[in-house]
């Protein structure tokens, strides 16, 4: 009996740190939508792709892009369809070129333009990523938050969807008929490749599960195949959590990077470091030219019966 308990155990316990368990976050709302699909179909195709796998995901919100009754009322729809809402700074300012003053000045606006909304939580992201390239920028900022009562509303996957999503808009341009299949194809590959990169660092540099945070963009290659995109995450095993889920009762929302980052990588690659990795940081598809091979080879190869 005793034997068996311990099997018990063991089991439960391996399962759990084997566990692969995400949520589902998009930057950068409401971003301009004036290429392939309107504002109303990408909303439409990102929340009908959620609604499908009972996934509830954070939109942060760059409350000086809601300067038009179209962006406006698709964030309320956000917020309407159970998804939170929480701040992006108003103007989307690169902190490395913006002083402490400004950078304050800008995400309490966004604080006052939203604040009031249904689903809004009281969560940072900062705008690439960057926390500040100096110390006080760094200090100064994490104090500021803390003194409104925000979180760091942090990822742990890092990649360039905002990137493909300009190729493809840039294709699209210049193209008839954009192969969706391919394109599909291109998107998932990619975005998959970095989340099972970034499960495996997490393994390494840690025994405890991960909750992963997956870092997207409001965007069209969302709205088309964010539905693929959570199959495919389905299908290997993961299971869709909250974002109040991914920072709850987590180790990694209590770990603070002492490094001073010109460029944040995410904070499980921030955490990695103390584990002693060094390389590696990004996934390979953080990368503006491996991507455009990428979409390349994807797109526009000539089929070989032109050759
Ligand atoms: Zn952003």
Redesign the pocket.
Same mark, same amino acid.
């Given at each position: 009996m005793k034997l068996f308990m311990t099997f018990i155990f063991f089991m439960a316990f391996s399962n759990n740190s084997l566990a692969k368990q995400i949520s589902i976050s998009f930057?950068?709302a409401p971003r301009v939508a004036d290429g392939h699909l309107t504002g109303e179909q990408r909303m439409r195709g990102i929340t009908q792709a959620l609604y499908k796998h009972g996934v509830k995901a954070a939109f942060?919100v760059?409350s000086a892009k809601m300067d038009n009754d179209e962006a406006l009322s698709r964030v309320v729809f956000y917020a309407r369809s159970g998804h939170i809402l929480a701040n $992006?700074?108003h103007s989307?300012f690169n902190f490395n070129n913006t002083d402490l003053k400004t950078y304050k000045d800008d995400f309490r606006e966004a604080h006052n333009r939203l604040h009031r909304f249904i689903n809004y939580k009281k969560w940072f992201?900062f705008?690439?990523l960057r926390e500040g390239n100096t110390q006080e920028k760094v200090n100064g900022f994490r104090q500021y938050l803390g003194s409104y009562g925000y979180k760091n509303a942090y990822i742990t996957i890092n990649n360039y969807d905002?990137y493909m999503e300009t190729l493809f808009q840039n294709y699209a341009k210049t193209t008839s008929q954009v192969d969706l299949n391919k394109l599909r194809n291109f998107y998932v590959e990619e975005l998959y490749g970095a989340i099972e990169y970034y499960y495996q660092m997490g393994k390494e540099v840690s025994k405890r599960p991960i909750k992963h945070v997956l870092l997207l $963009?409001e965007n069209d290659l969302a709205a088309l195949f964010l539905d693929d995109l959570l199959q495919k995450l389905k299908k290997n095993n993961w299971r869709f959590i909250t974002p109040e889920q991914a920072y709850d009762n987590n180790f990694l929302a209590n770990y603070k990077t002492k490094k001073i980052w010109p460029n944040n990588p995410g904070r499980l690659a921030e955490y990695a470091v103390t584990k002693g990795m060094t390389t590696g940081l990004w996934h390979k598809s953080c990368s503006e030219p491996y991507l455009e091979k990428q979409f390349q080879k994807a797109l526009t190869k000539v089929p070989e019966s032109q050759w």
């Open positions: 930057d950068d942060y760059n $992006h700074t989307h992201r705008p690439y905002w $963009h």
